[in-house]
């Protein structure tokens, strides 16, 4: 199992901008793709972005196209996700995943952060 820790969440503006961070440890050769979900409150967590080892292919969500980007330093087995231009429906937990290969799909991610909270205010 990978472990994941995630930090860099809290309180922004409408349009402003925050960097999350995902640092893994542990079997981080399971982890050839990396993601960051969310989950609003009453709702099903989401892919938000995902990138691969090497940081060689990365893919997004259509509702942060352009204003969301991942990426990840292999050597030292850690992602960002850098959130700009942030709307108040970017509210939510987001959570870092690793997993074997490359998918969108919480069931292809076996390992998982606890999240952290990202409120933005209107």
């Known amino acids: 199992q990978v472990h994941l820790v995630e930090s860099g969440g809290g309180l922004v503006q409408t349009g402003g901008s925050l960097r999350l961070a995902c640092a893994a440890s542990?079997?981080?050769?399971?982890?050839?793709?990396m993601a960051w979900f969310r989950q609003a409150s009453g709702t099903e967590r989401e892919f938000v972005a995902g990138?691969?080892?090497?940081?060689?292919?990365?893919t997004y969500a259509d509702s942060v196209k352009g204003r969301f980007a991942i990426s990840r330093d292999s050597f030292e087995n850690t992602i960002s996700l850098q959130m700009d231009n942030v709307k108040p429906e970017d509210t939510g937990i987001y959570y870092c995943?690793?997993?074997?290969?490359?998918?969108?799909?919480?069931?292809?991610?076996?390992?998982w952060g606890q999240g952290t909270q990202v409120t933005v205010s209107s």
């Open positions: 542990g079997r981080v050769f399971d982890s050839y793709f």
């Open positions: 995943a690793a997993g074997p290969s490359i998918g969108m799909r919480e069931s292809d991610f076996p390992s």
């Open positions: 990138v691969t080892r090497g940081d060689t292919y990365t």
